[in-house]
């Protein structure tokens, strides 16, 4: 329909179809005169009351070079409406909010008068700031001129319009991978659930979204263009043509989704008739794919997890495959088969059921790994000698045997050395002659010194009154009883009253004369004589003092109790009595005689006892004198400490006292045993301060004589321990001669301490330990080691070896042996560990699986399953399949599947080969991933038939719309 257009008063009217630069020129023209009644010219210009109408001028037709013009520029235009259509999506978003008012106004048959409008009537599009260089510089757009060649343009803006989105499709799978999709598609946000579905395309078959996305732009913009060409005859309206265009595009995406799996079909049906190799390669890749699926149990357990069957994703299990096993990361150039690989049980049992009854392949790998494996430990052994081993150890056994029984004898010798230096040499007489002596010595000077003091006293001139005296005696005679009278009173008691002598008469005496009555005057008797000299007195004293001695010597305890009343009353008078110019004598005196007492005669002290004598003899013998004052220091240590003050200054006196202590430690035997030496040296502190030196001359003794015995004890007990199997690891080692490596380092590893043991060997034979390493190693191969045939070679049994490395006892020998190179070790433990790890299929025998295979084999199909069926249903509704396409899938697959019978020799062999080569299981299980089935057929842009584009032309035009049309062209003329 033309299109009238009011521009500065008046109303052109242009064709539908003219271009933007058309509408511009027409516009631009000046206005010309009216024509004339029979001219035939079409008019350009008319009055605002007659519309004038503009022909479209006619075009130069289609040419090769207009259609590789207009694809291009076809490509950037829809390029374009891809970026600009945010920007139109929301200018254009008010007018959804005239939907409710429009539908009622037509529902009451009235006019439909839009309220909203759009955002903005020239909104500034990315496409606008794109093209401004260009239209600076003039550049114009190209006008197809034939409809190849606008067909040619409307293709490759479908093509345009889906290269972003295709694009950002597969480099967002390639950059996240299809696990990071599935996680997108489960996401919170919507727009991560939006774009899931669209990156795990990309992901899982980038090349296949690029090929569908091109394939259905090229389809829906021929459609499109084939049906814009078709209808423009009919009706040029831009809603006719605008309805055309979507039709078009649906029919064009329709029919692709048609063609696809019908053709693919076929070709699957012709490729079986013919026998293409092609085809049967395709065949029994798909076939091997389902059957590793259908055996694994990294499979089963997502079943078990609640995923269909129809959708179990194979890339996990394809992943573990692609991974190195541990025994090829350790041993190069080992093949793994797919059961050591992906650690599957269920494969580990497929495999075992298929190389026992084709075991070709897997023979000669196996011989190869053997080759490998046998090359790789050999390269492990160290570099040592076992025999030189031996030799070292037994060279160190001799050395340590002569080494200790010079010690011994060593020892022995300080010993004696030292025993000379505390031999007593004196005899128990002797030694108590010498401090008996010494402390009669410091006792006859000390009396000495009281006799001295007395002297003064006793040659005085002086007389004392000695009847007091008397009276004392008298009054303690009156408190004794008769028999203490008769028995224990000392004559000396009457000396007093003897000195006085008898009264001049008993009675009064007559003077002769009267008194005044003539009676006889009397006078009192004249006393005797009392006053007597000092020296009596004091003589009396000793003598008193020298009674209550002996009787105490005696063992008369109740007469030396009363003499010593008797010295006390005397004391008492005495210190009355005494003139005052002898007191201060006196008191000297006494004091000296006092100090003697108890220095040298206080009952229950040594040395009292000691110069003790009865009749002339000593009351202690001279044996027991030294012993008396050797005491320790939970003794009497003030007897030791009287000596020393009294005598200790004698030469006689330490010795004596040195050699009663050396007698005691030799008495003892105290020298040969240290602790209980060491408890009497320190019980003894005392004494031993006043013996300077002897202490460490004891101590240094007893070392020698502890070191004596440990060192011929040590001697003793080394010979038997290293000549003796069992009771050492080097005698236990050496029982066995060269021949007998492997049983001699048995005995290490049966130690109970085996690490201490090969420490002790080591140490032992201060060797090199790579002669100690091969000693080990020849056990562990020995251990490793499964012996063939006559015609078999000998094997490496991993398992054996890692059990044998794996026993604590001979792990601590090797950890011991390698300690300077733990490194070594180390890659001797991997690799029997890796080779215990491998083999996973011998191991796997029907008997012992989980039963994992044949759940899943038990009429599992992962294409034609329920599950399946129902996985493409929920597809279907998704809109991520059309009901076309899959019903067609589902017939060719179940072709494919029945032809696969067909092909039974070639699924066998490329089984055989999938088993040892995990990288081959991999692809296989990548390219059939029954998880990227669904994603493997998505389409970005089309659901339904509809592509998006459709919906982005809309608004595209829909803006257009709102627009002032003049204004519109003028401004997209001059951008061009």
């Given at each position: 329909m033309p299109r009238t257009i009011n521009f500065e008063g008046r109303a052109i009217t242009v064709p539908d179809d003219f271009s933007d630069d058309e509408v511009a020129g027409v516009l631009s023209a000046p206005a010309a005169a009216p024509a004339a009644p029979n001219d035939d010219r079409p008019a350009a210009v008319a009055t605002a009351e007659q519309p004038a109408r503009v022909e479209k001028p006619a075009l130069a037709g289609d040419s090769m070079a207009g259609v590789a013009k207009a694809l291009p520029q076809g490509a950037v235009s829809g390029l374009e409406m891809l970026m600009d259509a945010p920007v139109n999506i929301i200018n254009q978003a008010p007018r959804l909010l005239n939907i409710n008012g429009g539908l009622i106004n037509k529902i009451m048959g009235r006019e439909v008068v839009p309220t909203f409008g759009p955002i903005s009537d020239n909104?500034?599009?990315?496409?606008?700031?794109?093209?401004?260089?260009?239209?600076?510089?003039?550049?114009?757009?190209?006008?197809?001129?034939?409809?190849?060649?606008?067909?040619?343009?409307?293709?490759?803006?479908?093509?345009?319009?889906?290269?972003?989105?295709?694009?950002?499709?597969?480099?967002?799978?390639?950059?996240?991978?299809?696990?990071?999709?599935?996680?997108?598609?489960?996401?919170?946000?919507?727009?991560?659930?939006?774009?899931?579905?669209?990156?795990?395309?990309?992901?899982?078959?980038?090349?296949?979204?690029?090929?569908?996305?091109?394939?259905?732009?090229?389809?829906?913009?021929?459609?499109?263009?084939?049906?814009?060409?078709?209808?423009?005859?009919?009706?040029?309206?831009a809603g006719a043509r605008s309805s055309a265009d979507f039709a078009g595009s649906v029919a064009g995406n329709t029919a692709?989704?048609?063609?696809?799996?019908?053709?693919?079909?076929?070709?699957?049906?012709?490729?079986?008739?013919?026998?293409?190799?092609?085809?049967?390669?395709?065949?029994?890749?798909?076939?091997?794919?389902?059957?590793?699926?259908?055996?694994?149990?990294?499979?089963?357990?997502?079943?078990?997890?609640?995923?269909?069957?129809?959708?179990?994703?194979?890339?996990?299990?394809?992943?573990?495959?692609?991974?190195?096993?541990?025994?090829?990361?350790?041993?190069?150039?080992?093949?793994?088969?797919?059961?050591?690989?992906?650690?599957?049980?269920?494969?580990?049992?497929?495999?075992?059921?298929?190389?026992?009854?084709?075991?070709?392949?897997?023979?000669?790998?196996?011989?190869?790994?053997?080759?490998?494996?046998?090359?790789r430990v050999d390269g492990l052994a160290p570099t040592g000698n076992a025999g030189q081993f031996r030799e070292d150890l037994q060279g160190g056994v001799d050395r340590r045997l002569?080494?200790?029984?010079?010690?011994?004898?060593?020892?022995?010798?300080?010993?004696?050395?030292?025993?000379?230096?505390?031999?007593?040499?004196?005899?128990?007489?002797?030694?108590?002659?010498?401090?008996?002596?010494?402390?009669?010595?410091?006792?006859?000077?000390?009396?000495?010194?009281?006799?001295?003091?007395?002297?003064?006293?006793?040659?005085?001139?002086?007389?004392?009154?000695?009847?007091?005296?008397?009276?004392?005696?008298?009054?303690?005679?009156?408190?004794?009883?008769?028999?203490?009278?008769?028995?224990?009173?000392?004559?000396?008691?009457?000396?007093?009253?003897?000195?006085?002598?008898?009264?001049?008469?008993?009675?009064?005496?007559?003077?002769?004369?009267?008194?005044?009555?003539?009676?006889?005057?009397?006078?009192?008797?004249?006393?005797?004589?009392?006053?007597?000299?000092?020296?009596?007195?004091?003589?009396?004293?000793?003598s008193l003092t020298d009674d209550a001695r002996a009787a105490r010597s005696a063992n008369r305890p109740a007469e030396a109790r009363i003499i010593d009343q008797h010295v006390t009353a005397l004391d008492d008078y005495f210190d009355e009595a005494i003139p005052e110019g002898l007191r201060g004598q006196l008191d000297t005196a006494r004091a000296a005689r006092r100090d003697v007492a108890d220095r040298f005669e206080r009952p229950g002290r040594a040395v009292a006892e000691v110069l003790k004598e009865r009749q002339g003899v000593p009351t202690v013998k001279d044996s027991g004198v030294a012993p008396r004052f050797a005491q320790p220091d939970e003794g009497n240590l003030s007897d030791l400490r009287d000596l020393m003050r009294e005598a200790g200054g004698d030469a006689g006196v330490r010795p004596a006292l040195r050699d009663q202590f050396l007698a005691n430690v030799r008495d003892r035997g105290l020298l040969d045993r240290p602790e209980q030496l060491n408890a009497y040296l320190d019980r003894h502190a005392t004494l031993l301060d006043q013996l300077p030196g002897l202490r460490d001359e004891i101590t240094a003794g007893g070392t020698a004589s502890r070191g004596a015995a440990e060192a011929r004890t040590a001697a003793d007990t080394t010979r038997r321990e290293l000549t003796t199997p069992g009771r050492s690891p080097e005698a236990s080692y050496l029982k066995y001669d060269n021949t007998g490596t492997v049983e001699s380092m048995r005995t290490v590893l049966k130690d109970p301490r085996p690490e201490q043991a090969a420490d002790r060997l080591l140490a032992t034979s201060g060797t090199d330990p790579q002669n100690a390493r091969a000693a080990f190693w020849e056990v562990l191969r020995k251990?490793?080691?499964?012996?063939?045939?006559?015609?078999?070679?000998?094997?490496?049994?991993?398992?054996?070896?890692?059990?044998?490395?794996?026993?604590?006892?001979?792990?601590?020998?090797?950890?011991?042996?390698?300690?300077?190179?733990?490194?070594?070790?180390?890659?001797?433990?991997?690799?029997?560990?890796?080779?215990?790890?491998?083999?996973?299929?011998?191991?796997?025998?029907?008997?012992?699986?989980?039963?994992?295979?044949?759940?899943?084999?038990?009429?599992?199909?992962?294409?034609?399953?329920?599950?399946?069926?129902?996985?493409?249903?929920?597809?279907?509704?998704r809109g991520q399949l059309s009901p076309t396409v899959a019903g067609v899938d589902l017939l060719a697959t179940y072709l494919r599947r029945k032809s696969a019978g067909l092909q039974k020799g070639a699924i066998e062999r490329?089984?055989?080969?999938?088993?040892?080569?995990?990288?081959?299981?991999?692809?296989?299980?990548?390219?059939?991933?029954?998880?990227?089935?669904?994603?493997?057929?998505?389409?970005?842009?089309?659901?339904?038939?509809?592509?998006?584009t459709e919906t982005l032309r809309l608004f595209d035009a829909a803006n257009d719309e709102e627009q002032r049309p003049e204004a519109a062209a003028v401004r997209r003329a001059g951008e061009r």
């Open positions: 909104p500034l599009l990315p496409s606008d700031i794109i093209q401004a260089p260009g239209r600076a510089l003039g550049v114009k757009k190209y006008e197809p001129q034939g409809p190849i060649e606008r067909i040619a343009d409307r293709v490759g803006q479908e093509v345009g319009a889906s290269a972003l989105p295709v694009v950002g499709s597969v480099a967002a799978g390639a950059r996240i991978g299809a696990a990071g999709a599935r996680q997108m598609m489960t996401g919170e946000s919507v727009a991560q659930r939006i774009l899931g579905p669209m990156v795990e395309a990309g992901a899982v078959n980038p090349a296949g979204v690029v090929g569908r996305e091109t394939s259905g732009a090229v389809a829906a913009g021929l459609g499109a263009g084939a049906a814009v060409e078709a209808v423009t005859p009919i009706s040029d309206g692709l989704a048609l063609a696809r799996p019908i053709l693919g079909g076929i070709g699957s049906l012709a490729g079986a008739a013919a026998g293409s190799s092609k085809f049967a390669d395709d065949v029994a890749r798909s076939e091997v794919a389902n059957d590793l699926l259908a055996n694994s149990t990294t499979a089963q357990r997502q079943v078990q997890a609640g995923v269909d069957r129809g959708t179990i994703d194979a890339q996990p299990l394809a992943d573990q495959l692609r991974r190195p096993a541990e025994v090829e990361q350790v041993i190069p150039g080992y093949q793994a088969d797919i059961a050591d690989r992906s650690g599957d049980p269920g494969l580990a049992a497929y495999v075992y059921g298929k190389t026992a009854a084709r075991p070709g392949l897997d023979t000669g790998r196996r011989v190869a790994n053997q080759q490998v494996v046998s090359e002569s080494d200790v029984d010079l010690q011994a004898e060593t020892a022995q010798r300080t010993l004696e050395e030292q025993m000379q230096r505390l031999t007593a040499t004196m005899t128990g007489e002797a030694r108590g002659a010498d401090i008996r002596a010494a402390l009669q010595r410091a006792a006859e000077e000390a009396r000495a010194g009281v006799r001295q003091a007395y002297e003064p006293i006793n040659n005085s001139a002086q007389q004392i009154d000695v009847k007091p005296l008397a009276e004392r005696f008298g009054a303690l005679d009156e408190g004794l009883s008769v028999a203490e009278r008769q028995r224990f009173r000392p004559a000396e008691a009457d000396i007093p009253q003897r000195l006085i002598g008898p009264a001049e008469a008993a009675g009064p005496v007559d003077t002769g004369l009267l008194d005044a009555s003539g009676k006889p005057i009397t006078r009192e008797p004249r006393p005797g004589n009392s006053q007597q000299p000092i020296n009596e007195v004091t003589g009396l004293r000793a251990e490793a080691t499964n012996q063939g045939g006559v015609n078999d070679r000998a094997q490496i049994n991993g398992l054996a070896g890692s059990k044998f490395l794996s026993d604590p006892r001979n792990k601590a020998v090797a950890d011991r042996l390698y300690r300077d190179n733990p490194e070594q070790l180390k890659d001797i433990t991997d690799v029997f560990d890796a080779l215990a790890g491998s083999g996973a299929a011998t191991r796997a025998r029907r008997p012992g699986s989980s039963g994992t295979a044949q759940g899943m084999n038990a009429g599992y199909d992962a294409s034609l399953s329920a599950s399946s069926i129902t996985s493409r249903i929920r597809s279907i509704n490329l089984q055989d080969e999938v088993i040892q080569n995990p990288q081959l299981a991999a692809k296989l299980l990548e390219d059939y991933n029954p998880a990227n089935f669904a994603a493997q057929r998505r389409e970005l842009l089309t659901v339904g038939g509809v592509r998006a």
